[in-house]
């Protein structure tokens, strides 16, 4: 073995033990909240179901004391936290929606609370309205970056291993410019010790700035992107088509479901495994996917969660409505909250030891829905299950509906498209909306992203 392998195994083993004091000592409700979730999710899980129903009864009893929005939610029920006693209770109270959290801003805060408990943010509207809420900085900044760092551990990633990440988010952490010289101030101790996080917003990932991105990839030693799956894929391409994309250690891909092609595709140009995260800004890490990659496991720690079929529970085994209430914010509690998303709760368990239960996803919002003249409304899935099945032609898609009687199917092939193909794809969407409308395949270079940095599968006509 030469020096410098041995110097390094030795860094590993004391970097561990280094980082542990680190936390406890400077970190402490962080390094605790690992502990207890470890612990939990190694439970039985009737184990935890039974502790994940006494943080909710906790929860609703804090939210219904302490804001004037949730007394008058519960009275408008006729109940007090007290009637809840099983799952089904549950039902009786209202679901609650983004429309819900911007109408009632201030009365859902909390009453008496510490404006250093407060932390101001707002999601990244995929909807395309914003909207404004708080996120618990004591509770919940502790326990979501715990859940983080043991899901890291779930997909072999463990957090003494120093990996520099490249983040891809409108808004990253340390974002570098990318006309300047990298900022880079004096190192701390923590610095030296833990991973790097360098950030670049997604509107930069063009391909005037990939010589530059791939400079700073390779000068600050990233070794792992974490980011929206959109802008990984098109920084895939990107590398991939200068061919100067560097060796990585994992991707995580958030915010936007991920076509089957687009994560083989990451996957083979980065050399690496490809994860996907659960999550929105409001209610992050809801679920990971482990080594066996067989699905969400989804966090009942942090999270409490319904799968609705109308106003009733849907079926085991079937697709519901995910609603969900967090369990950390007590500043701004969100309780049986429509998140706007799709599920499929699985039985059985999984490879890997973590007894959190599994969610297949379908990686599309309900609100993503095209509606044809005929009346039949066409889910994102449905596309997605078709552009999957066209994988060998078609890279990424975006199906836009121009008029009430027309669809746009704007396509990056994988490589030259025939006619023949191009007639395929297009008769195969005639199928799927029943010939009602008119189809045009358009095969395009770049798919525009929104303004909050992501992009969308389907673009429905505006709802009237
Ligand atoms: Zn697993």
Sequence with gaps: MSVNRTRLRQLRQIRRPLLETYWRLFNRRFYASCREQRRVRALPLTEIRRLQWQRLKELLQYAYENTDFYQQYFASAKLTPADIQRPEDLLQLPVTDKQTYRTHCRKILARHLREADLIPSNTSGSTGQPFRFYLDGVTEAANTSAAFALNKEAMGIVPWEKINELVLKVEPPNRIDLTGIARRGSLSLKEVLASEHIGICTNDITPANISAIAEIIQRRKLRAIYGYASSVFSLARYLSDRRCAPPMRYVIAIAEGMLKQQRGYISEVFGCPVYQDYGASECMRM????????????????????????????????????????????????????????????????????????????????????????????????????????????????????????????????????????????????????????????????????????????????RE
Excluded: W
């Design 287 to 462: 679920g990971f996917e482990c080594r066996c990659r067989s699905g969400y496991h989804m966090d009942l720690y942090n999270y409490y969660f319904e799968h609705l079929d109308g106003a009733k529970y849907a079926k085991e085994g079937s697709v519901g409505e995910i609603v969900v209430t967090n369990l950390n914010n007590y500043v701004f509690p969100f309780i049986r909250y429509r998140i706007g998303d799709l599920g499929e709760p699985c039985t059985g368990e999984c490879g890997c030891g973590i007894n959190l239960p599994i969610m297949r996803s379908l990686g599309g919002r309900p609100s993503e829905i095209i509606t044809t003249p005929a009346g039949k409304d066409i889910t994102v899935h449905a596309f997605t299950v078709l552009f999957e099945y066209l994988d060998r032609y078609v890279r990424q898609f975006q199906v836009v509906q121009s008029a009430r009687d027309a669809l746009v199917a704007r396509i990056i092939p994988t490589g030259e498209m025939s006619d023949a193909v191009r007639e395929h794809i297009r008769n195969e969407i005639l199928n799927c909306v029943e010939k009602s409308m008119t189809v045009k395949v358009e095969c395009v270079d770049e798919i525009a992203t929104e303004v909050t940095g992501k992009r969308r599968l389907i673009v429905p006509l505006p």
